[in-house]
DNA sequence: CAAAGTCCTGAATCATATG
DNA sequence: ACATATGATTCAGGACTTT
Protein backbone atom coordinates (compact mmCIF):
# COMPACT_ATOMS: atom_id res chain seq x y z
CA UNK A 1 0.00 0.00 0.00
CA UNK A 2 2.12 2.90 1.28
CA UNK A 3 5.49 3.50 -0.55
CA UNK A 4 8.63 3.28 1.39
CA UNK A 5 11.88 5.50 0.11
CA UNK A 6 14.71 4.77 2.08
CA UNK A 7 16.93 8.39 1.10
CA UNK A 8 20.81 7.95 0.63
CA UNK A 9 23.50 10.21 -1.01
CA UNK A 10 23.61 8.68 -3.81
CA UNK A 11 20.17 10.22 -4.44
CA UNK A 12 20.54 13.31 -5.78
CA UNK A 13 17.32 14.48 -6.97
CA UNK A 14 13.93 12.96 -6.56
CA UNK A 15 11.12 13.43 -9.11
CA UNK A 16 7.33 14.00 -7.82
CA UNK A 17 6.64 10.09 -9.30
CA UNK A 18 8.90 8.86 -6.95
CA UNK A 19 7.97 10.17 -4.04
CA UNK A 20 4.27 10.57 -4.58
CA UNK A 21 2.36 8.63 -1.45
CA UNK A 22 5.58 7.48 -0.01
CA UNK A 23 7.67 8.15 3.47
CA UNK A 24 10.54 9.08 3.12
CA UNK A 25 13.28 7.65 5.27
CA UNK A 26 15.75 10.14 6.26
CA UNK A 27 16.74 13.88 7.21
CA UNK A 28 14.36 16.52 6.11
CA UNK A 29 17.38 18.64 5.94
CA UNK A 30 18.78 16.21 3.31
CA UNK A 31 16.21 15.13 1.45
CA UNK A 32 14.27 18.95 0.95
CA UNK A 33 16.68 19.85 -1.13
CA UNK A 34 16.31 16.76 -3.30
CA UNK A 35 12.74 17.69 -3.71
CA UNK A 36 11.25 19.00 -7.07
CA UNK A 37 10.04 22.62 -6.95
CA UNK A 38 6.10 23.52 -6.91
CA UNK A 39 5.49 19.84 -5.68
CA UNK A 40 2.85 20.58 -3.17
CA UNK A 41 -0.26 21.66 -3.05
CA UNK A 42 -0.30 21.92 0.75
CA UNK A 43 2.03 21.67 3.12
CA UNK A 44 1.74 20.92 7.20
CA UNK A 45 4.13 21.55 9.34
CA UNK A 46 4.27 20.21 13.14
CA UNK A 47 8.02 21.34 14.10
CA UNK A 48 9.50 20.45 17.35
CA UNK A 49 8.07 22.95 19.88
CA UNK A 50 12.18 23.61 21.58
CA UNK A 51 9.79 23.27 25.26
CA UNK A 52 13.24 23.85 27.24
CA UNK A 53 11.12 22.33 29.68
CA UNK A 54 13.24 21.91 33.36
CA UNK A 55 15.05 18.64 34.24
CA UNK A 56 13.73 17.85 37.26
CA UNK A 57 10.14 15.63 36.63
CA UNK A 58 6.63 16.80 37.38
CA UNK A 59 5.08 14.76 39.82
CA UNK A 60 0.96 14.63 40.04
CA UNK A 61 -0.08 15.48 43.30
CA UNK A 62 -2.77 12.62 44.36
CA UNK A 63 -1.13 10.00 42.09
CA UNK A 64 2.33 10.35 42.46
CA UNK A 65 2.97 9.27 39.19
CA UNK A 66 5.42 11.44 36.61
CA UNK A 67 4.23 13.51 33.51
CA UNK A 68 5.89 12.10 30.84
CA UNK A 69 6.50 14.98 28.91
CA UNK A 70 8.36 16.21 25.70
CA UNK A 71 11.48 14.83 25.85
CA UNK A 72 12.88 14.00 22.96
CA UNK A 73 16.04 14.36 20.94
CA UNK A 74 14.59 16.18 18.37
CA UNK A 75 12.90 19.13 20.90
CA UNK A 76 16.50 19.96 21.59
CA UNK A 77 18.03 22.94 20.26
CA UNK A 78 21.33 25.32 21.71
CA UNK A 79 19.60 28.33 21.87
CA UNK A 80 17.08 30.49 20.00
CA UNK A 81 19.25 30.90 17.41
CA UNK A 82 19.92 27.47 16.35
CA UNK A 83 16.09 26.44 16.41
CA UNK A 84 15.56 29.53 13.94
CA UNK A 85 18.15 28.41 11.69
CA UNK A 86 16.51 24.64 11.65
CA UNK A 87 13.14 27.03 10.65
CA UNK A 88 14.32 29.27 8.27
CA UNK A 89 16.41 26.09 6.69
CA UNK A 90 13.13 24.28 6.02
CA UNK A 91 10.70 27.06 5.32
CA UNK A 92 13.06 28.09 2.84
CA UNK A 93 13.04 24.53 0.97
CA UNK A 94 9.16 24.21 1.42
CA UNK A 95 8.56 27.66 -0.26
CA UNK A 96 10.50 26.43 -3.33
CA UNK A 97 8.24 23.01 -3.43
CA UNK A 98 4.90 24.58 -3.07
CA UNK A 99 3.13 25.30 -6.18
CA UNK A 100 2.33 28.79 -6.82
CA UNK A 101 -1.02 28.64 -5.40
CA UNK A 102 -0.06 26.58 -2.32
CA UNK A 103 -0.70 27.40 1.20
CA UNK A 104 0.98 26.14 4.15
CA UNK A 105 -0.28 25.51 7.87
CA UNK A 106 2.27 25.54 10.96
CA UNK A 107 1.19 24.21 14.17
CA UNK A 108 2.78 25.27 17.68
CA UNK A 109 2.34 26.94 21.00
CA UNK A 110 3.41 29.90 22.53
CA UNK A 111 7.16 28.33 22.76
CA UNK A 112 7.84 28.65 19.36
CA UNK A 113 4.81 29.79 17.34
CA UNK A 114 5.41 33.44 17.75
CA UNK A 115 9.24 32.51 16.21
CA UNK A 116 7.68 30.54 13.61
CA UNK A 117 5.32 33.31 12.20
CA UNK A 118 7.98 35.83 12.05
CA UNK A 119 10.26 33.86 10.59
CA UNK A 120 7.34 33.13 7.91
CA UNK A 121 6.56 37.01 7.45
CA UNK A 122 10.78 37.52 7.11
CA UNK A 123 10.69 34.73 4.69
CA UNK A 124 8.22 36.65 2.29
CA UNK A 125 5.26 34.29 3.47
CA UNK A 126 1.89 36.00 3.30
CA UNK A 127 -0.22 34.96 6.25
CA UNK A 128 -4.09 34.22 5.56
CA UNK A 129 -4.98 33.25 9.59
CA UNK A 130 -3.97 31.94 12.32
CA UNK A 131 -6.59 29.45 13.56
CA UNK A 132 -6.46 28.78 17.10
CA UNK A 133 -7.11 24.96 18.41
CA UNK A 134 -8.88 24.87 21.74
CA UNK A 135 -7.73 21.37 23.31
CA UNK A 136 -11.26 20.65 25.05
CA UNK A 137 -8.87 17.93 27.44
CA UNK A 138 -6.09 19.97 27.91
CA UNK A 139 -3.98 19.02 31.16
CA UNK A 140 -4.95 20.98 34.30
CA UNK A 141 -2.17 23.51 35.27
CA UNK A 142 -2.15 22.36 38.77
CA UNK A 143 0.33 25.00 40.27
CA UNK A 144 -2.02 27.88 39.46
CA UNK A 145 0.59 29.60 38.17
CA UNK A 146 -0.34 30.61 35.61
CA UNK A 147 -3.42 29.81 32.44
CA UNK A 148 -4.44 26.44 31.99
CA UNK A 149 -2.72 26.41 28.32
CA UNK A 150 -5.63 24.82 26.34
CA UNK A 151 -4.77 25.64 22.94
CA UNK A 152 -2.22 25.54 19.86
CA UNK A 153 -2.07 28.08 17.12
CA UNK A 154 -2.12 27.06 13.59
CA UNK A 155 -0.48 29.59 11.26
CA UNK A 156 -2.10 29.19 7.47
CA UNK A 157 0.08 31.65 4.78
CA UNK A 158 0.80 31.65 1.02
CA UNK A 159 4.25 32.31 -0.68
CA UNK A 160 3.79 36.26 -0.79
CA UNK A 161 1.16 38.90 -0.89
CA UNK A 162 0.17 38.77 -4.33
CA UNK A 163 -1.26 35.09 -4.20
CA UNK A 164 -4.69 34.51 -5.01
CA UNK A 165 -6.60 31.99 -6.31
CA UNK A 166 -5.38 29.56 -3.50
CA UNK A 167 -7.80 26.84 -2.01
CA UNK A 168 -10.22 27.55 0.82
CA UNK A 169 -13.75 25.64 1.19
CA UNK A 170 -15.53 27.75 2.93
CA UNK A 171 -18.49 26.01 3.13
CA UNK A 172 -16.97 23.11 4.80
CA UNK A 173 -14.90 25.34 6.94
CA UNK A 174 -18.00 26.71 8.49
CA UNK A 175 -19.22 23.76 9.57
CA UNK A 176 -16.19 23.00 11.63
CA UNK A 177 -16.28 26.39 14.02
CA UNK A 178 -19.49 27.06 16.17
CA UNK A 179 -21.72 29.71 14.81
CA UNK A 180 -22.69 30.05 11.09
CA UNK A 181 -19.39 31.39 10.27
CA UNK A 182 -15.81 30.13 9.14
CA UNK A 183 -14.17 31.13 12.59
CA UNK A 184 -9.99 30.91 13.13
CA UNK A 185 -11.19 28.67 16.56
CA UNK A 186 -11.60 24.96 16.22
CA UNK A 187 -12.58 23.05 19.73
CA UNK A 188 -11.41 19.64 19.40
CA UNK A 189 -9.70 16.62 21.77
CA UNK A 190 -6.07 16.12 22.08
CA UNK A 191 -5.50 12.59 20.86
CA UNK A 192 -6.13 9.87 23.37
CA UNK A 193 -7.57 6.88 23.56
CA UNK A 194 -7.76 4.11 20.87
CA UNK A 195 -6.48 6.45 17.99
CA UNK A 196 -3.22 7.00 19.84
CA UNK A 197 -0.05 5.21 19.01
CA UNK A 198 1.51 3.30 21.84
CA UNK A 199 4.97 1.34 21.72
CA UNK A 200 5.67 -2.18 22.78
CA UNK A 201 5.24 -1.15 26.71
CA UNK A 202 2.32 0.36 26.20
CA UNK A 203 3.87 3.81 26.46
CA UNK A 204 2.95 6.27 23.83
CA UNK A 205 5.14 6.42 20.69
CA UNK A 206 5.05 10.04 20.00
CA UNK A 207 4.41 12.42 22.53
CA UNK A 208 2.31 15.38 20.26
CA UNK A 209 0.80 12.66 18.12
CA UNK A 210 -1.86 14.83 16.38
CA UNK A 211 -5.91 13.82 15.80
CA UNK A 212 -6.45 12.66 12.76
CA UNK A 213 -9.87 15.22 13.76
CA UNK A 214 -7.49 18.17 13.15
CA UNK A 215 -5.73 16.96 10.12
CA UNK A 216 -9.03 16.20 8.31
CA UNK A 217 -10.12 19.46 8.95
CA UNK A 218 -7.00 21.12 7.53
CA UNK A 219 -6.84 18.89 4.93
CA UNK A 220 -11.00 19.29 3.60
CA UNK A 221 -10.29 23.22 3.78
CA UNK A 222 -7.49 23.60 2.29
CA UNK A 223 -7.40 21.08 -0.87
CA UNK A 224 -9.08 19.39 -3.28
CA UNK A 225 -8.78 15.90 -4.29
CA UNK A 226 -5.95 14.15 -5.87
CA UNK A 227 -3.93 17.15 -3.84
CA UNK A 228 -0.36 16.74 -3.10
CA UNK A 229 -0.06 17.30 0.81
CA UNK A 230 3.67 17.73 1.66
CA UNK A 231 4.63 16.86 5.43
CA UNK A 232 8.33 16.92 6.15
CA UNK A 233 8.30 16.79 9.86
CA UNK A 234 5.89 13.59 9.34
CA UNK A 235 6.31 12.07 13.00
CA UNK A 236 4.03 9.36 13.00
CA UNK A 237 2.11 10.52 10.22
CA UNK A 238 -0.99 11.25 10.87
CA UNK A 239 -0.81 14.16 7.68
CA UNK A 240 -0.39 11.02 5.33
CA UNK A 241 -3.09 8.93 6.68
CA UNK A 242 -5.96 11.53 6.62
CA UNK A 243 -4.72 12.67 2.78
CA UNK A 244 -5.40 9.30 1.55
CA UNK A 245 -8.60 8.60 3.56
CA UNK A 246 -9.48 12.03 1.98
CA UNK A 247 -8.45 10.82 -1.53
CA UNK A 248 -5.84 13.56 -1.21
CA UNK A 249 -1.74 12.48 -2.39
CA UNK A 250 0.65 12.83 0.70
CA UNK A 251 4.61 13.14 0.33
CA UNK A 252 6.22 12.41 3.83
CA UNK A 253 9.77 12.73 5.03
CA UNK A 254 10.79 11.49 9.11
CA UNK A 255 13.86 10.43 10.49
CA UNK A 256 13.35 8.08 12.96
CA UNK A 257 12.96 4.85 12.02
CA UNK A 258 10.24 3.71 14.79
CA UNK A 259 8.03 6.69 13.78
CA UNK A 260 9.16 5.62 9.82
CA UNK A 261 7.63 1.87 10.76
CA UNK A 262 4.66 3.84 12.66
CA UNK A 263 3.80 5.28 9.10
CA UNK A 264 3.70 2.70 7.31
CA UNK A 265 1.92 0.37 9.43
CA UNK A 266 -0.94 2.95 9.86
CA UNK A 267 -0.96 3.59 6.02
CA UNK A 268 -1.49 -0.12 5.61
CA UNK A 269 -3.95 0.01 8.42
CA UNK A 270 -6.28 3.34 8.68
CA UNK A 271 -7.10 3.88 5.44
CA UNK A 272 -10.86 4.27 5.89
CA UNK A 273 -13.53 5.81 5.78
CA UNK A 274 -13.28 9.12 8.15
CA UNK A 275 -16.40 8.53 9.99
CA UNK A 276 -14.86 7.24 12.58
CA UNK A 277 -13.46 9.80 13.87
CA UNK A 278 -14.16 12.75 12.06
CA UNK A 279 -16.01 15.47 14.37
CA UNK A 280 -17.51 18.01 12.36
CA UNK A 281 -21.19 17.65 13.21
CA UNK A 282 -22.26 20.81 15.06
CA UNK B 1 -9.30 63.78 39.21
CA UNK B 2 -7.12 62.79 36.49
CA UNK B 3 -3.05 64.14 36.80
CA UNK B 4 -1.85 65.65 33.50
CA UNK B 5 1.70 66.05 32.72
CA UNK B 6 2.99 67.21 29.66
CA UNK B 7 6.19 66.37 28.57
CA UNK B 8 8.80 68.46 27.45
CA UNK B 9 12.34 68.73 26.61
CA UNK B 10 13.49 70.36 30.06
CA UNK B 11 12.49 67.61 32.43
CA UNK B 12 15.01 65.28 32.84
CA UNK B 13 13.83 62.48 34.90
CA UNK B 14 10.37 62.07 36.54
CA UNK B 15 9.86 60.98 39.93
CA UNK B 16 6.91 58.06 40.51
CA UNK B 17 5.25 60.67 42.73
CA UNK B 18 5.27 62.92 39.67
CA UNK B 19 3.59 60.52 36.87
CA UNK B 20 1.21 58.50 39.23
CA UNK B 21 -2.13 58.65 38.12
CA UNK B 22 -1.07 60.82 35.20
CA UNK B 23 -1.61 60.81 31.86
CA UNK B 24 1.60 61.92 30.22
CA UNK B 25 1.23 63.78 26.93
CA UNK B 26 4.33 63.29 25.26
CA UNK B 27 6.05 60.30 22.48
CA UNK B 28 6.71 57.42 24.26
CA UNK B 29 10.17 57.08 22.67
CA UNK B 30 10.82 60.13 24.45
CA UNK B 31 9.14 59.55 27.76
CA UNK B 32 10.22 56.36 28.18
CA UNK B 33 14.10 56.57 29.04
CA UNK B 34 12.78 59.59 31.86
CA UNK B 35 10.50 56.75 33.76
CA UNK B 36 12.21 55.48 36.96
CA UNK B 37 13.79 51.94 37.20
CA UNK B 38 11.33 49.56 38.74
CA UNK B 39 8.28 51.43 38.73
CA UNK B 40 5.64 49.15 37.51
CA UNK B 41 3.95 46.20 38.87
CA UNK B 42 1.91 45.51 35.63
CA UNK B 43 2.47 46.71 31.94
CA UNK B 44 -0.48 46.57 29.70
CA UNK B 45 0.91 47.41 25.74
CA UNK B 46 -1.32 47.74 23.23
CA UNK B 47 0.63 48.30 19.93
CA UNK B 48 0.05 49.58 16.22
CA UNK B 49 -0.88 46.11 14.58
CA UNK B 50 0.71 47.15 11.34
CA UNK B 51 -2.40 45.63 9.49
CA UNK B 52 -0.86 46.82 5.93
CA UNK B 53 -4.17 46.88 4.61
CA UNK B 54 -4.92 47.51 0.97
CA UNK B 55 -5.52 51.46 -0.43
CA UNK B 56 -8.61 50.40 -2.55
CA UNK B 57 -11.54 50.56 0.16
CA UNK B 58 -13.77 47.40 0.92
CA UNK B 59 -17.75 48.67 -0.23
CA UNK B 60 -20.25 46.39 1.45
CA UNK B 61 -22.50 45.61 -1.58
CA UNK B 62 -25.90 45.54 -0.46
CA UNK B 63 -25.86 48.91 1.27
CA UNK B 64 -22.78 50.44 -0.85
CA UNK B 65 -21.05 51.81 2.37
CA UNK B 66 -17.51 51.46 2.88
CA UNK B 67 -15.47 49.15 5.67
CA UNK B 68 -13.84 51.90 7.99
CA UNK B 69 -10.71 50.50 8.22
CA UNK B 70 -7.48 51.56 11.21
CA UNK B 71 -6.27 54.32 8.40
CA UNK B 72 -4.08 56.30 11.00
CA UNK B 73 -0.81 57.28 10.67
CA UNK B 74 0.30 55.90 13.64
CA UNK B 75 -0.22 52.22 12.12
CA UNK B 76 1.74 53.16 9.46
CA UNK B 77 5.20 51.89 8.88
CA UNK B 78 7.81 51.77 6.41
CA UNK B 79 8.81 48.22 6.62
CA UNK B 80 8.83 45.15 9.08
CA UNK B 81 12.49 46.39 10.30
CA UNK B 82 11.36 49.72 11.33
CA UNK B 83 8.51 48.02 12.81
CA UNK B 84 10.39 45.63 14.61
CA UNK B 85 12.56 48.71 15.39
CA UNK B 86 9.87 50.24 17.44
CA UNK B 87 8.58 47.59 19.35
CA UNK B 88 12.06 46.69 20.50
CA UNK B 89 12.92 50.76 21.66
CA UNK B 90 10.13 50.30 23.77
CA UNK B 91 9.99 46.90 25.19
CA UNK B 92 14.00 47.51 26.29
CA UNK B 93 12.73 50.67 28.12
CA UNK B 94 9.58 48.85 29.57
CA UNK B 95 11.66 46.38 30.72
CA UNK B 96 13.55 47.95 32.72
CA UNK B 97 10.34 50.08 33.99
CA UNK B 98 9.31 47.02 35.43
CA UNK B 99 9.35 45.25 38.75
CA UNK B 100 11.44 42.31 39.35
CA UNK B 101 8.38 40.56 39.62
CA UNK B 102 6.36 42.56 37.35
CA UNK B 103 4.21 41.16 34.59
CA UNK B 104 3.75 42.40 31.20
CA UNK B 105 0.67 41.95 28.50
CA UNK B 106 1.20 42.59 24.70
CA UNK B 107 -2.30 42.35 22.60
CA UNK B 108 -2.42 41.77 18.82
CA UNK B 109 -3.60 39.88 15.72
CA UNK B 110 -1.86 37.38 13.52
CA UNK B 111 -0.87 40.66 11.62
CA UNK B 112 2.00 41.61 14.44
CA UNK B 113 1.68 39.38 17.48
CA UNK B 114 3.72 36.86 16.33
CA UNK B 115 6.86 39.08 15.64
CA UNK B 116 5.93 40.71 19.02
CA UNK B 117 6.37 37.47 20.74
CA UNK B 118 9.72 36.64 19.32
CA UNK B 119 11.24 40.05 19.93
CA UNK B 120 10.05 39.53 23.65
CA UNK B 121 11.87 36.08 24.10
CA UNK B 122 14.80 37.69 22.31
CA UNK B 123 14.99 40.40 24.70
CA UNK B 124 14.73 37.87 27.45
CA UNK B 125 11.14 38.01 28.00
CA UNK B 126 9.71 34.42 29.53
CA UNK B 127 6.39 34.34 28.45
CA UNK B 128 4.36 32.62 31.16
CA UNK B 129 1.10 32.32 28.83
CA UNK B 130 -0.86 33.39 25.60
CA UNK B 131 -4.39 34.33 26.18
CA UNK B 132 -6.81 33.97 23.17
CA UNK B 133 -9.95 36.83 23.30
CA UNK B 134 -12.49 35.12 21.33
CA UNK B 135 -14.33 38.16 19.91
CA UNK B 136 -18.48 37.30 19.77
CA UNK B 137 -19.00 39.95 17.28
CA UNK B 138 -16.11 40.14 15.23
CA UNK B 139 -17.26 41.31 11.22
CA UNK B 140 -17.49 38.55 8.82
CA UNK B 141 -15.47 37.85 6.35
CA UNK B 142 -18.05 37.32 3.41
CA UNK B 143 -15.59 36.92 0.33
CA UNK B 144 -14.96 33.73 1.82
CA UNK B 145 -11.56 33.25 0.81
CA UNK B 146 -10.33 32.59 4.34
CA UNK B 147 -11.55 32.45 8.47
CA UNK B 148 -13.09 34.91 9.71
CA UNK B 149 -10.20 36.38 12.10
CA UNK B 150 -12.37 36.72 15.45
CA UNK B 151 -9.28 36.49 18.10
CA UNK B 152 -6.89 38.51 19.36
CA UNK B 153 -3.72 37.31 21.17
CA UNK B 154 -2.55 38.46 24.55
CA UNK B 155 1.11 37.07 25.51
CA UNK B 156 1.45 37.29 29.30
CA UNK B 157 5.12 37.36 30.12
CA UNK B 158 8.22 38.16 33.33
CA UNK B 159 11.08 39.79 32.83
CA UNK B 160 13.32 36.38 32.62
CA UNK B 161 12.99 32.94 33.15
CA UNK B 162 13.95 32.79 36.56
CA UNK B 163 11.14 34.96 38.00
CA UNK B 164 8.90 33.72 40.65
CA UNK B 165 6.19 35.58 43.35
CA UNK B 166 4.47 37.30 40.00
CA UNK B 167 0.71 38.13 40.67
CA UNK B 168 -1.62 35.23 39.22
CA UNK B 169 -4.64 35.59 40.75
CA UNK B 170 -6.49 31.84 40.12
CA UNK B 171 -9.45 32.20 41.82
CA UNK B 172 -10.70 35.54 39.48
CA UNK B 173 -8.74 33.78 36.06
CA UNK B 174 -11.45 30.92 36.87
CA UNK B 175 -14.14 32.59 36.84
CA UNK B 176 -13.11 34.37 33.15
CA UNK B 177 -12.82 31.17 31.28
CA UNK B 178 -15.64 28.10 30.38
CA UNK B 179 -15.43 25.76 32.73
CA UNK B 180 -13.83 24.81 36.23
CA UNK B 181 -10.11 25.87 35.22
CA UNK B 182 -8.49 29.20 34.69
CA UNK B 183 -8.29 28.35 30.70
CA UNK B 184 -6.38 31.15 27.88
CA UNK B 185 -9.86 31.81 26.28
CA UNK B 186 -11.63 34.50 26.86
CA UNK B 187 -14.79 35.85 24.94
CA UNK B 188 -16.04 38.91 24.83
CA UNK B 189 -17.50 41.21 22.47
CA UNK B 190 -15.68 44.31 20.90
CA UNK B 191 -15.75 47.41 22.17
CA UNK B 192 -19.39 49.43 20.62
CA UNK B 193 -22.47 50.72 21.99
CA UNK B 194 -22.49 53.45 24.33
CA UNK B 195 -18.64 52.32 26.01
CA UNK B 196 -17.29 53.07 22.36
CA UNK B 197 -16.51 56.76 22.50
CA UNK B 198 -17.26 59.17 19.24
CA UNK B 199 -16.19 62.25 17.80
CA UNK B 200 -17.95 65.16 17.52
CA UNK B 201 -18.98 64.09 14.08
CA UNK B 202 -20.32 60.94 15.81
CA UNK B 203 -17.94 59.01 14.30
CA UNK B 204 -15.73 56.81 16.29
CA UNK B 205 -12.90 58.36 18.09
CA UNK B 206 -10.55 55.77 18.31
CA UNK B 207 -10.45 52.74 15.66
CA UNK B 208 -9.07 50.10 18.04
CA UNK B 209 -10.82 51.35 21.70
CA UNK B 210 -10.38 48.27 23.42
CA UNK B 211 -13.04 47.40 25.93
CA UNK B 212 -13.43 47.83 29.42
CA UNK B 213 -14.23 44.26 30.35
CA UNK B 214 -10.93 43.22 28.95
CA UNK B 215 -8.54 44.94 31.08
CA UNK B 216 -10.51 44.16 33.66
CA UNK B 217 -10.19 40.93 33.10
CA UNK B 218 -5.89 41.47 32.74
CA UNK B 219 -6.08 43.86 35.73
CA UNK B 220 -7.79 41.59 38.64
CA UNK B 221 -6.00 38.66 37.34
CA UNK B 222 -2.35 39.87 37.15
CA UNK B 223 -2.02 42.78 40.26
CA UNK B 224 -3.63 43.38 43.64
CA UNK B 225 -4.84 46.64 44.67
CA UNK B 226 -2.26 49.79 45.13
CA UNK B 227 -0.52 48.39 42.42
CA UNK B 228 0.73 50.68 39.73
CA UNK B 229 -0.07 49.44 36.12
CA UNK B 230 1.60 50.94 33.01
CA UNK B 231 0.52 51.88 30.04
CA UNK B 232 3.25 53.53 27.35
CA UNK B 233 0.81 53.42 24.26
CA UNK B 234 -2.63 54.58 26.10
CA UNK B 235 -4.87 55.55 23.50
CA UNK B 236 -7.99 56.61 25.16
CA UNK B 237 -6.92 55.48 28.50
CA UNK B 238 -9.02 52.38 29.07
CA UNK B 239 -6.26 50.98 30.79
CA UNK B 240 -5.78 53.81 33.76
CA UNK B 241 -9.73 53.92 34.03
CA UNK B 242 -10.38 50.38 34.72
CA UNK B 243 -7.17 50.41 36.46
CA UNK B 244 -8.94 52.83 38.92
CA UNK B 245 -12.35 51.64 39.13
CA UNK B 246 -10.57 48.36 40.54
CA UNK B 247 -8.54 50.28 43.10
CA UNK B 248 -4.92 50.17 41.14
CA UNK B 249 -2.80 53.10 40.44
CA UNK B 250 -1.61 54.10 36.58
CA UNK B 251 0.70 55.24 34.51
CA UNK B 252 -0.28 56.37 30.70
CA UNK B 253 1.99 57.99 27.89
CA UNK B 254 -0.36 59.14 24.90
CA UNK B 255 0.86 61.54 21.79
CA UNK B 256 -1.95 62.76 20.29
CA UNK B 257 -3.86 65.25 21.63
CA UNK B 258 -7.18 64.51 20.89
CA UNK B 259 -6.68 61.08 22.71
CA UNK B 260 -5.07 62.86 25.83
CA UNK B 261 -8.21 64.46 25.81
CA UNK B 262 -10.33 61.45 26.02
CA UNK B 263 -8.12 59.81 28.41
CA UNK B 264 -8.72 62.92 31.37
CA UNK B 265 -12.62 63.18 30.34
CA UNK B 266 -12.98 59.41 30.35
CA UNK B 267 -11.26 59.56 34.26
CA UNK B 268 -12.70 62.23 35.48
CA UNK B 269 -16.47 60.09 34.35
CA UNK B 270 -15.94 56.95 34.02
CA UNK B 271 -14.64 55.68 37.77
CA UNK B 272 -17.38 53.36 38.73
CA UNK B 273 -17.89 50.26 40.25
CA UNK B 274 -17.09 48.13 37.52
CA UNK B 275 -20.49 46.18 37.79
CA UNK B 276 -21.92 48.14 34.88
CA UNK B 277 -19.32 46.99 31.90
CA UNK B 278 -17.93 43.65 33.74
CA UNK B 279 -18.71 40.37 31.85
CA UNK B 280 -17.33 37.32 34.31
CA UNK B 281 -20.65 35.66 34.75
CA UNK B 282 -20.60 32.07 33.73
C1' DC C 1 -45.44 51.53 25.82
C1' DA C 2 -43.98 47.20 23.92
C1' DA C 3 -42.70 44.57 20.12
C1' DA C 4 -40.97 44.07 15.75
C1' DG C 5 -38.41 45.58 11.94
C1' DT C 6 -34.56 48.38 9.85
C1' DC C 7 -30.06 50.17 9.61
C1' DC C 8 -25.36 50.55 10.69
C1' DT C 9 -20.78 48.86 11.61
C1' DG C 10 -16.77 46.37 13.65
C1' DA C 11 -7.98 46.11 14.10
C1' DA C 12 -9.99 43.48 7.31
C1' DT C 13 -3.60 42.29 5.61
C1' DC C 14 -11.31 39.84 1.69
C1' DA C 15 -12.09 39.23 -5.52
C1' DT C 16 -12.51 39.78 -10.42
C1' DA C 17 -13.21 42.07 -14.85
C1' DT C 18 -12.54 45.79 -17.84
C1' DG C 19 -10.23 49.62 -19.92
C1' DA D 1 1.18 49.00 -14.54
C1' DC D 2 -2.82 51.36 -12.78
C1' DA D 3 -7.76 52.99 -11.79
C1' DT D 4 -12.52 51.98 -11.83
C1' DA D 5 -16.74 49.31 -11.91
C1' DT D 6 -19.19 45.40 -10.47
C1' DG D 7 -20.72 41.75 -7.45
C1' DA D 8 -21.41 36.11 -5.22
C1' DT D 9 -24.04 39.46 0.30
C1' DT D 10 -21.86 36.97 6.04
C1' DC D 11 -23.00 37.84 11.84
C1' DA D 12 -23.76 40.11 16.28
C1' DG D 13 -25.18 43.85 18.80
C1' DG D 14 -26.75 48.34 19.49
C1' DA D 15 -29.38 52.36 17.89
C1' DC D 16 -33.19 53.84 15.71
C1' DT D 17 -37.87 53.60 13.44
C1' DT D 18 -42.24 51.79 12.70
C1' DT D 19 -46.23 49.19 13.96
Given at each position: ?166 TFNAEIARR ?6 A ?34 R?ILISTK ?58
Amino acid sequence: MANLVIDSREIPQYSVESVLDAVIWGDALEVLPKLPDEMADMVFIDPPYFLQLPQKRLLRWKVKTIVEGVDEDWDKFESFESYDQFIITILKEVKRIMKARATIWCIGTYHNIHRIGKLMQDLGFWILNDVIWVKTNAMPNWLNVRFTNATETLIWAVKDKSVKGYTFNAEIARRFSKGKLAINVWELPICIGEERLKDGQGKKLHPTQKPKALLERVILISTKEGDIVFDPLAGTGTTGVVAKCLNRHFVMIEKRQEYVEACLKRLSQEITQPALWRSDEK
